[in-house]
């Protein structure tokens, strides 16, 4: 069994009648997709576009709700937490997840975070306990791989690039896939999006050769989660 949860989350659409719109990130991301499920038998493909359309904000009254226990909640609360516990839902079926992001001012998408907002929430995805000292959070979920696709239009984010202490887009997605059960991280990025220039062409190829490559990979690597194993094709 293996289950996939594909997240993209830039503005621009996969595919735009002027090609030169289309979302980098997510091109790529679909060509993973696409190519890991020509090697494994998917039980169950779950699709969120964040970025076209993305979850609510959090909210005082979202807080209150998490914070009553959920035998003394409201209709109100129960219903303020309902797109939380959707999304946490398919996060926590996953064993595979796929996130796609664009860099906006060297981070992720506000959209992104308000994704990731709704689904680290206590006892649910993270438990809180002072006897632990001083790292009290400890995460719920676990044995996920994450893929992150990202792309940029500077480049040299990467530790030791010229641009690493800008670079707040990989690094805050790798501390928080902690929260989403994410043992194993794979990362592939597209850079130097804005110089529209022969590194870019090759940045981007190398990216969907990468893509390629990795699901390939990924696809004989069986699955952590539970009892998951992943059936192979052919
Ligand atoms: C609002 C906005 C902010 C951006 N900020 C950055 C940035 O801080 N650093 C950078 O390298 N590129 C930045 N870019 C360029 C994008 O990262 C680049 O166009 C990327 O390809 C967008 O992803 P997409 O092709 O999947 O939509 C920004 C683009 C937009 C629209």
Known sequence: MSIVLHV??????????????????????KRFVTQFRKYVEIDEYIYRDVGINPPHFITQEWIGAVFTPESKRNKQQIQTLALSDELI??????????????MYNYGMPAQLKAWFDQIIRVNKTFDFDL?????????????????????????GFEKGGVNEASGHLVPHLRT????LGVSDIYEIASEYQEFADHRHEQSLQNAKNKAEALAAQLATIPAKTGQRTRKLKG
Request: charged share 25%; net charge negative; hydrophobic share 35%.
């Open 89 to 102: 839902a398919e996060v926590e079926r996953a064993d595979l997840i796929v996130i796609s992001s664009p």
């Open 131 to 155: 006897a632990r000292g001083d790292q009290p959070l400890a995460p719920l979920l676990s044995g996920k791989t994450l893929v992150i696709i990202t792309s940029s239009g500077e480049f």
């Open 176 to 179: 928080l896939s902690k929260y």
């Open 8 to 29: 993209d989350s830039s503005v621009r659409a996969e595919s735009n009648l002027n090609s030169e719109y289309d979302s980098i990130s997510k091109k790529l991301a």
